[in-house]
């Protein structure tokens, strides 16, 4: 049961807790600052953030669990930018191991990230077993080549060729994957020592959203510790061909809706590309 309370002795009247409330949970009572429907609390902590004389108690949010920071350590808006532009996906990764601290920054950004409603539903599975980095190569590999037999059986080639061209263009490239495997060569996860898994309940609305917002919080935080990452786009297709099967081989309960390989970079851009001119619409 979520207990909300607010100290009117303490409250100045700023209004805050009113206007910032995404539940209406604060109104202005006959006697002064109430507060309402309490178990509609999405336990977002913006109140008792917000709240400049320690007024309200929450139940979820004891005084060791309020942090108070200075905004003058933010990086700068030019910083920012710089490590926007700068993070890149660096597939080109040593056998080096990423270190735990720095394995956990990354999950910790990861899930610091907002989620719908407040949610915080996702799952987060590091993988630092590298046969298990291994399997999940050989599942995507062996998913994808399942589909390359059927685009190149006799019958079905010409009718794929024509209908899906981008797709029976890819039948060259399925075949030198998995010819480098089989050398020893993984160009799914390549040199990756690490692998992060963000998973959603499965039917959830927003668990594609929530994942792929995570997602970026860990690859910003990874570019700013020196680690390598790249999205394991191509392991996530293979989950969506096979629905399930990655997810119970790792003993996800979700569904994989995100995925990055970690590992320590070879080397680290110092040059970022210009992407396509930008072009917006303001109305
Ligand atoms: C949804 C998504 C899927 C991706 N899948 C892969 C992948 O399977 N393998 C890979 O090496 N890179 C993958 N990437 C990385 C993109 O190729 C890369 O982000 C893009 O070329 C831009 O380069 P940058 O990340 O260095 O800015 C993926 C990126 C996204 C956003």
Redesign the pocket.
């Known amino acids: 049961m979520i207990e909300i309370s607010v100290n009117r002795d303490k409250c100045i009247k700023c209004g805050r807790c009113i206007n910032i409330c995404p539940d209406l949970i604060f109104y202005k009572g006959e006697n002064g600052l109430a507060t309402q429907n309490e178990q509609t609390c999405i336990g977002c902590g913006h109140c008792v953030s917000a709240c400049p004389a320690d007024a309200i108690t929450h139940s979820l949010f004891p005084q060791d669990k309020i942090h108070k920071f200075s905004l003058a350590d933010y990086p700068a808006p030019e910083q920012i930018m710089t490590l926007i532009k700068g993070?890149?996906?660096?597939?080109f990764m040593s056998s080096q191991q990423i270190s735990e601290d720095m394995l956990k920054m990354i999950v910790e950004a990861a899930y610091r990230a907002p989620t719908a409603t407040n949610s915080q539903n996702l799952e987060f599975t590091l993988i630092t077993d590298i046969e298990k980095i291994r399997e999940v190569t050989s599942f995507t590999i062996e998913t994808f080549y399942n589909i390359r037999k059927l685009l190149a059986n006799r019958v079905v080639a010409p009718i794929t060729k024509l209908l899906m061209p981008k797709t029976f263009a890819m039948v060259p490239m399925l075949d030198r994957l998995k010819a480098e495997f089989e050398k020893g060569n993984d160009n799914?996860m390549?040199k990756a020592t690490a692998m992060l898994i963000i998973s959603a309940p499965k039917g959830d609305r927003f668990g594609a959203e929530n994942a792929?917002l995570a997602y970026q919080n860990a690859s910003l935080m990874a570019e700013s510790l020196g680690v390598a990452q790249?999205?394991?786009?191509?392991?996530?297709?293979a989950t969506r061909l096979k629905k399930g099967e990655l997810e119970k081989r790792l003993g996800i309960k979700g569904v994989m809706c995100a995925g990055m390989?970690l590992g320590m970079p070879q080397f680290r851009?110092e040059k970022y590309t210009d992407r396509i001119d930008i072009d917006f619409t303001q109305i």
């Open positions: 993070r890149r996906s660096n597939r799914v390549r792929n790249f999205y394991t786009g191509f392991v996530l297709s390989a851009f």
